[in-house]
């Protein structure tokens, strides 16, 4: 069955501004030819200006790489090692990041709709601002992220951890059955389902005492946008 993700150079939409990140593409595309397994050696590079939407880039190495602005949409980066890359403002809805490996990345603002983070390492990732709405983060580890200002409406974060620092703001219709909260704090905006079958939704004070049952003793549950609800502080 052939797979929607493509791994030739004619398939690259726009190459990297950098000549070493290109060469470095170019390198790994002659490679596939002998070897089906091999992967993109892209530590430390700059790719910025590309667009590498639908590449096949599953395991790889992209640790400190230059990122920012790249569009990545619907690419495979399963496996994929993108430590302290920088992501601002890249595109990277829709692809899969099963397994990656995002410890420390500063991505602001990234966008990541409904990206695949299955059991993906975001520790200590910057994602302030970022769109994760309909993104799939089932147990994917997220303790110390900084989420401020994120945007998570209706993920998946079932068996997900986020301890360690400030909350997402939107938590719209998120399902979180089994996360773990230690440390966790912040403002949001909810409702959240909280069980398995996703049919028990918990809002207001509701929530705010579930949270502090798995450990985030400092959430504060706001009113959506437009709804008219005060809240005493």
Not at 18 to 29: D, G, I, K, T, V
Not at 208 to 221: L, P, Y
Request: contains cysteine; charged residues 20%.
């Amino acid at each position: 069955m052939s797979s929607r993700y493509k791994q030739g150079s004619a398939d690259v939409t726009r190459w990297p501004d950098s000549p070493e990140a290109r060469e470095a593409l170019q390198e790994w595309f002659a490679a596939l030819a002998a070897d089906p397994t091999a992967y993109l050696s892209g530590d430390f590079l700059d790719f910025r200006g590309a667009d590498l939407s639908t590449i096949d880039l599953t395991d790889a190495y992209l640790v400190g790489a230059g990122l920012t602005g790249v569009r990545l949409e619907d690419a495979n980066l399963g496996g994929a090692n993108l430590g302290n890359a920088e992501l601002a403002d890249a595109d990277l809805s829709f692809a899969d990041l099963t397994k990656a490996e995002l410890v420390g990345c500063a991505a602001p603002n990234v966008r990541l709709r409904a990206a695949r983070l299955f059991a993906a390492v975001l520790d200590d990732a910057v994602l302030t601002g970022a769109d994760l709405g309909h993104a799939i983060l089932n147990s994917a580890k997220l303790y110390r992220t900084d989420l401020r200002g994120a945007n998570l409406e209706l993920a998946s974060l079932r068996w997900a951890t986020l301890g360690g620092a400030t909350m997402p703001t939107v938590l719209t219709g998120a399902a979180m059955a089994g996360c773990e909260f230690e440390g966790a704090k912040g403002a949001v905006i909810g409702p959240v389902l909280v069980d398995e079958d996703r049919s028990r939704s918990l809002d207001g004070t509701d929530l705010e005492a579930w949270f502090t049952e798995r450990g985030a003793e400092h959430i504060q549950v706001l009113p959506a946008a437009g709804s008219g609800q005060g809240r005493s502080t």
